[in-house]
């Protein structure tokens, strides 16, 4: 072999493997126009969790194919999950999760409803309670204000039950496609944020509520995602490689947004 090709060789093998994104849906899957869907279609590295009876959901069906899909990712992965995604996520973790777990790099867990709530949806049922889980992984819990299946207090509840962060999106209802955001930019700009290195979730979650903050005002040093690649984006992740080494000044400033005290 060629010294050339040696070094090639090396160079491949030293350059760390893309993070995928695993889409968690959840009742009825992600239709067309949820921003779920969205970013499967826009984003390279993104695939979606095919859990099954999307429509009759089977709690352990669901964290089973979950943990099968995490474990065939073969490499790092950020479980973005949405409504009762985010508790097949937080079941998975507690029953089935442990070897997969180091390969989890952050989870993002968009409006779970509480399923502890009767005469909802009985559907929800099947995954009460709420799991008492906290996640070995960084996660960010978003609400909405008005969201018909949770509360924004009962929502702070399952992220403080979960060990996770908190951000308050406002008003969203149950932040679907029936909340007119497209692709939901502004859950792109939180992607490189809760994997960028910080544990502590009390500055992840003030972190974040700063960046939905500049985001909503158009201030362009966050860099939700960068410059389209044949109609697909790359979603500005960090290698594995700087996760948590040098804690949360690297892994923010990195992306343009002041780590605070």
């Known amino acids: 072999m060629s ?8 160079a491949a093998r030293m350059t760390p493997d893309p993070i995928k994104l695993l889409i968690v849906p959840g009742i009825d899957g992600s239709g067309a126009r949820h921003w ?30 979950l943990d099968q899909a995490v474990h065939k990712a073969g490499g790092d992965v950020v479980l973005v999950a949405h409504s009762l995604g ?11 999760g442990a070897s997969a777990i180091p390969s989890v790099r952050a989870a993002l867990l968009v409006a779970p409803p509480d399923v502890d709530l ?6 929800l049922d099947r995954f009460a309670p709420n799991p008492d889980v906290a996640f070995p992984f960084p996660a960010l819990v978003v609400a909405s204000r008005d969201d018909p299946y949770a509360t924004i207090g009962r929502s702070r509840e399952i992220a403080d039950q979960w060990g996770a962060a908190f951000l308050d999106a406002g008003d969203l209802g149950h932040i ?24 502590d979730r009390d500055q992840l979650s003030r972190l974040a509520a700063d960046l939905l903050a ?3 005002r158009g201030s362009k040093r966050i860099p939700f995602h960068a410059a389209r690649e044949q109609d ?28 605070g005290d």
């Not at 010294?3 to 090396?10: H, I, P, T």
Request: charged share 30%.
């Open 232 to 259: 697909r984006a790359r979603v500005q992740l960090p290698p594995a490689s700087l996760f948590f080494d040098d804690g949360v000044a690297r892994g923010v400033q990195s992306f343009g947004i002041d780590a």
């Open 3 to 10: 010294v050339r090709a040696a070094q090639g060789k090396e």
């Open 36 to 65: 779920q869907t969205e970013w499967e279609r826009g984003l390279e590295e993104c695939y979606r969790v095919e859990l099954g009876c999307w429509d009759d959901p089977i709690r352990n069906v669901w964290i089973s194919r």
């Open 176 to 199: 679907n496609a029936d909340s007119d955001i497209a692709d939901w930019e502004e859950g792109q700009a939180l992607l490189p944020l809760l994997i960028g290195g910080t544990r």
């Open 214 to 216: 500049k985001h909503r």
């Open 118 to 123: 009767q005469d909802v949806d009985r559907r």
């Open 86 to 96: 985010c508790q097949a996520v937080a079941w998975w973790a507690r029953l089935l």
